[in-house]
């Protein structure tokens, strides 16, 4: 079975400052990471995902995640956010072995002026 | 070019009564699934199809069905709703495979009275 930590469930950061929300796995087989961005009475969006390959991923909006497979990590980071950026955080892993991805609980990023 | 679209967007209703919330994607996706996002943000799967064929069936009453009349729809019927059920729900579709990113709708704000 897989599951997901956010360890944080809120983040506050001034604007233009560097943010990073942390995310942790837990699973037995090769597993496919992402992370998802829900702005305020929208769906979530696809913000970057690992597949395989290269440990840095970069994603939009200028956010990237770096895969850590002996940390079990995935944690997401900007290194200037902006009052835009004010939205709820979802890191999720799936696999080859299982139909369903597996969501954190979401870290709320809040930007302070 | 809405490529997931629910509806209604907002369901607004009285404890007891049945009701539906319709989704479509035109993404060409082969499976589709539903969400229950609490008010705490948290995501929980109900349901997934793949090619009209149900794959998962998370622990949800029976009061709530899922139909799916081809692969590009798949509806959401709850009966004899009650307090509890009050959410939003959001329908998702992807590519089949762990590593396929999934394209969300915009959600249904379920408010029960």
């Known amino acids: 079975a897989q599951s997901v930590t956010q360890l944080d469930s809120q983040v506050p950061v001034f604007e233009e400052a560097p943010v990073e929300l942390r995310c942790n796995y837990s699973s037995s087989v090769s597993v496919y990471l992402f992370w998802y961005v829900q702005y305020p009475n929208q769906g979530l969006q696809l913000l970057l995902k690992?597949?395989?390959?290269?440990?840095l991923v970069k994603g939009i909006n200028g956010f990237e995640a770096e895969f850590n497979k002996s940390q079990t990590s995935f944690h997401l980071r900007k290194p200037s956010v902006h009052i835009s950026d004010t939205a709820e955080y979802f890191c999720a892993v799936s696999s080859d072995q299982d139909d369903k991805i597996i969501f954190g609980k979401g870290t709320r990023l809040h930007i302070l002026p | 070019d809405t490529a997931v679209s629910q509806t209604p967007k907002y369901l607004v209703t009285q404890m007891g009564n049945d009701k539906s919330i319709k989704c479509e994607q035109n993404l060409g996706h082969d499976t589709m699934y539903w969400y229950k996002q609490d008010s705490k943000k948290f995501l929980k799967i109900m349901f997934s199809?793949?090619?009209?064929?149900?794959?998962i069936n998370e622990t949800v009453p029976n009061r709530f069905s899922p139909k799916s009349p081809d692969k590009a729809h798949l509806n959401l019927h709850i009966n004899s709703l009650e307090l509890g059920d009050s959410a939003v729900y959001f329908c998702?579709?992807?590519?089949?495979?762990?590593?396929?990113?999934?394209?969300f709708g915009d959600g249904t704000r379920l408010s029960i009275l």
């Open positions: 199809y793949n090619n009209k064929e149900l794959i």
């Open positions: 690992y597949l395989s390959g290269s440990t």
């Open positions: 998702a579709s992807s590519r089949t495979g762990g590593n396929q990113p999934q394209h």
